[in-house]
Structure formats: C-alpha cells, structure tokens
C-alpha cells in the first residue's frame, strides 16, 4: 500500500473517533444515562415521552394497511435469519480460535435498547427489537466474514464495489504480488490482535 493511502486511511480513522466522540456528545445532550443494559431517562424527559405514545387500538386505526398486510410476510424472515445466526455463529466458535482470529462480539451489533423508549407503545417496540435484531445481525455476520477475507484473501476486486467493509481499505491492491506471502501473514496475525 502506498504512502498516500496509508495518510488517508489515518485520517479516516481520526474522523471515525471524532465522529463517534461528536455522536457521544449528542447523546449526552438527550438527557439519559446508560447503566449497564439499561438506559435511564430524567424524569422530565419520560413523563413527555409518554405523552407521546399512540395507544394500541389508535395505532392500528392509522397505520397504514399494507403494513398490517405484509406483516406476516417480514415475521416469518426471522427464521431464515435465526438459522444464519446459529450457523455464522457456530462457524466463528469452531474455526476462528483454529485461525487465531479473535472472535466477534454479538453484543457490539445486536443491541436491545429501544424498549426503554416510553413514547413507543407495545407493537412498535416489537417492531423495534425484530428490526435491532435483523440488523444487528447484518452487521455482526459482515463483520465475522471480513475478518474471515482478511484472513484468506486480503486482495480487493479488480472492479469496484459498493458497500465494502472496514477491513476492505486496507486489502492489497488487484494484481500486486509484490510480498504477498508475507504481507498475507501479517494480515492473519493481526487479527488476532483485533478487539
């Protein structure tokens, strides 16, 4: 990888943790504290959330009826998406200690938070953890697979890509041969090294 590359995917970096710093500032202005799972309001703050909250029959009555239509449809998905859970899963438990690769955490993608919000009543807090679950899910299985494409082929596409992950910046360019034993080699010890 050359120099200028090397410079720009620094800068991105500092500008991921300045961008998360900003977002963690933002959060602190919304009035709630997380303590442990659990998210707590002020008490200001959740007495007009739950003045907000559309009651159940009154939420059924306006929401849109090609929602309610296609509901079953988005539902039945969480069996297919259960059934790539337990598989990636298990995939990363059996192989990745075999690779040295450290293990993914679910709990950084998969998050239940949405439920501690008051303005949102019972059927949009279901909506709310099927949707965490379904992207959480998205996010954790992506990564698990990037680490495993740093570890066997760490080389980008010829063609560019849309979407590409974290890791993806710093693969080795289409057609450079140049050390790539040894540069593979560094690539699978690191990521034994990754949080």
């Known amino acids: 990888m050359n120099e200028r ?30 303590k442990g799972k659990r998210v707590e309001f002020e008490r ?15 939420w059924l009555v306006t929401n849109r009826p090609q929602n309610l239509i ?22 990363q438990f059996t192989c990745f200690p075999i690779y040295g ?8 993608y998969i998050v239940f938070d949405r439920q501690h919000l008051a303005y949102l009543n019972f059927i949009e807090k279901f909506h709310c953890t099927y949707c965490a679950y379904g992207s959480g899910l998205i996010g ?32 080795l360019d289409y057609g450079d041969a140049t050390d790539y034993e040894a540069l593979l080699e560094e690539f699978r010890v690191a990521l034994g090294k990754k949080k």
């Open 5 to 34: 590359i090397t410079q720009i995917l620094a800068q991105m970096a500092a500008l991921e943790n300045d961008l998360r710093n900003a977002v963690n500032e933002q959060e602190n202005k919304m009035f709630f504290q997380i």
């Open 70 to 91: 296609t509901g079953p449809i988005i539902y039945a998905m969480v069996f297919p998406l259960m059934m790539l859970d337990l598989c990636v899963s298990f995939y």
């Open 101 to 108: 690769i450290t293990r993914v955490r679910r709990s950084d």
């Open 140 to 171: 954790y299985m992506s990564e698990i697979l990037a680490r495993t494409e740093s570890y066997f082929c760490p080389i980008k596409h010829a063609q560019k890509i849309l979407g590409t992950h974290s890791h993806y910046n710093r693969f």
């Open 44 to 58: 200001s703050v959740k007495e007009a959330h739950r003045k907000l909250k559309t009651n159940f029959f009154r």
